[in-house]
């Protein structure tokens, strides 16, 4: 199973108070499937990652957040997709949307042992 579909399951089967897939709404539970799709499909290290990284800021340019109006798993994915990517270090600095959107998201998570 790949990190996608484990976000995906994680986010389906936890708590509707958690606000995973947005506000229950069938529009945002689409958009949030459509960043996981998206997080899987386009954050890879390579020339790619790039391009992906503008459209991530043209995305987060009016919003703090990705979906809605709190953390859901769709600003979970593609965060940790980045997390993972040491070139996303460099790029952040041509992309000021996304790098805020990131650090906002990295603030919010709990922190671990």
Known sequence: MGATAACRF????APPAA????DGSALQAVQVDAWLDWAGAAIKPGPGLEAAV???DAACALRTVLVGRALTAADCAVWG???AIG???KLRRAAPH????HGHVGAAA????
């Open 10 to 13: 994680l986010a389906r089967t």
């Open 19 to 22: 606000h995973l897939y947005g």
């Open 54 to 56: 503008a459209t991530l």
């Open 81 to 83: 997709a980045l997390q």
């Open 87 to 89: 070139q996303w270090t």
């Open 98 to 101: 996304a790098a805020r959107w």
């Open 110 to 113: 709990p922190a671990g042992p």
